[in-house]
């Protein structure tokens, strides 16, 4: 049986910055019909930067969560942006430190209900040109040491699903 779900119709329930929500009628493969909540993204973009066994991560409070949370580096992809840029852009923007990125990982971060899709790039070299954070940015930045970064991830204080995914797989490549 192919598994395949078509789309017959639909409607916009919000529109706005960051996301658009949709409910969608849907055909199953056995032919009836279900709805998907749809969460509608223009993806994301993150950098893992590592230097002399260092990452950098920022610590930022996230509303949703009520706390700091630290990550890598990362943003919103604009609209037709290639999510290089967006990661080189957001390094920038919320570290200081100008890097070309090379491709490392992609990640769906909720398949259930959004396709969002967040880019993960690799930078292990880079020059700082200083920090230039949004309006309403605020957040700082540490670097790390990749076994006490691992050792954040073990205790709970790295929960971020695409921070934790970049580390275990650089730790993984690189044997740490």
Do not use: W
Request: hydrophobic fraction near 40%; charge should be negative.
């Amino acid at each position: 049986m192919k598994f395949y779900e078509k789309k017959v119709g639909g409607k916009i329930i919000y529109d706005g910055k960051i996301l658009r929500l949709e409910v969608d009628d849907v055909q199953l493969p056995d032919g009836s019909a279900a709805k998907r909540e749809c969460v509608r993204h223009s993806g994301g973009a993150a950098v893992l930067f590592v230097r002399d066994g260092k990452v950098l991560l920022v610590k930022q409070y996230r509303y949703l969560y009520g706390k700091e949370i630290y990550e890598i580096p990362a943003g919103k992809a604009e609209a037709g942006e290639a999510p290089s840029l967006a990661a080189e852009r957001e390094l920038e923007e919320e570290t200081g430190y100008r890097a070309k990125v090379k491709p490392f990982l992609t990640l769906y971060p909720t398949p259930g209900y959004t396709d969002e899709v967040i880019s993960i790039f690799l930078a292990e070299e880079a020059e700082f040109v200083g920090q230039k954070t949004d309006e309403g940015e605020f957040l700082e930045c540490e670097a790390v040491e990749l076994e006490k970064a691992m050792g954040m991830i073990e205790s709970g204080e790295i929960c971020d699903a695409k921070t934790v995914a970049a580390l275990y797989k650089y730790c993984l490549l690189k044997n740490v």
